[in-house]
């Protein structure tokens, strides 16, 4: 059973990335992070996660580091 309070936090974090990514979207160039290589550490959830996607949204190659290599693909 998740407490009320686990989907509440869940909610936030993710309206909390909807909002970076439109921050993001908006700040930067497209293609700030070309021909630029990121790894992550923790890249199947979480921040992680969505730091990947933001990276990739600007065009930067990624290697994802994860514990769960089903949610790494």
Same mark, same amino acid.
């Given at each position: %059973? +998740?407490?009320t *309070?686990?989907?509440?936090? !869940? ?8 909002? %970076?990514?439109? &921050? ?5 160039? *497209? ?13 199947s959830?979480? &921040? ?9 949204? /600007?065009?930067?190659?990624? +290697?994802?580091i994860?514990?769960? !290599? !089903?949610? /790494?693909?």
């Open positions: %059973m +998740v407490s *309070n686990f989907r509440i936090c !869940k909610f936030k974090i993710e309206q909390n990335c909807l909002q %970076m990514s439109a &921050i993001i979207n908006n700040t930067f160039k *497209n293609n700030l992070f070309s021909g630029r290589t990121f790894i992550i550490a923790g890249g959830s979480g &921040i992680g996660s969505a730091l990947a996607k933001h990276i990739s949204e /600007l065009n930067g190659s990624l +290697v994802l994860g514990r769960d !290599k !089903k949610r /790494l693909e």
